[in-house]
């Protein structure tokens, strides 16, 4: 098969198995309606081991895990390539080759806006900016994120930036100790990345967030209406809803629930049962 050596459509997987069975249905759904793009899942053998990484730190959070996304893409600067990287937890329904079109030379793509004094993503008990001061790190402004689809071209100063503040901050709530959105977005405003906001009239890209949803016949159906998108992005807790499950298994042959999974998967099940009935 020969590709388009300009352009390089990507995930990254490590650490669970389940990010392994969910990047691998990505694959070979992208592959499904995209067979002129190359698709490369990025893992461990990418990154510097986490034993050499987290040498002598007293207390380690889930966000210091984080380097390791960002010391491959801070790596993927070939000025002749066009890079689009999609999140672990999504499933490509249709062909994408209209997105190399949007992407220009040292700008990132990705979802940023401006929340104001509403709380991080519109969440007010999580206060980005009030964690950005009492960590040390001043001049902050409140906007937000999601880095689970970006696209761009060149050398993207943030994707340093945010492994150097995921080394030297602690964001202290539940969103800063645990993700990696406060410091994506304040490295792109230290560094002065360039952005380009998504423009979702035109990336036809679904956050299956907050819809109730199932899967027949491997489609996705909200309101028993299919949906009609490019690439969903349903989010890593959705792993455990066997609606998500279905889907993930018609892209992954290979896909099997550990006893843990599935024990996971029951319990969010019936918790889903019982807050249905009472």
Sequence with gaps: MKYKKDILFFTIAFGSKRYFDMANALKNS???????FEFKIFNEKFITPKKQHLKGKKKIFPKDYKYAKFEILKNLNDPNKKYIFI??????LKNLSYLTNFIKKDVLTIEYKFDGNKGWNK???YNFVKCCNDSGLDDIKPYSLNGGFMMWKGKIKCFQKTIDFLKKYDFNDSKGLT????????AIQHSKTNIFPINY????????????????NSKILINNNIINYDIVHYGNFNFYNIHMQRMIKFYNS?????SME????????IKKMILKYF
């Design 30 to 36: 992208f592959e499904k309606s995209n067979p002129e």
């Design 87 to 92: 999140d672990a937890d999504s499933i490509v």
């Design 123 to 125: 969440i007010s008990k």
């Design 179 to 186: 993700g990696e959105e406060y410091y994506l977005c304040a």
């Design 201 to 216: 009239n035109r990336v036809k890209l679904l956050k299956l967030w907050n819809f109730d949803f199932r899967v027949n």
């Design 254 to 258: 290979n896909f099997k629930l550990t």
């Design 262 to 269: 599935y024990f996971i998967t029951l319990l969010k099940l």
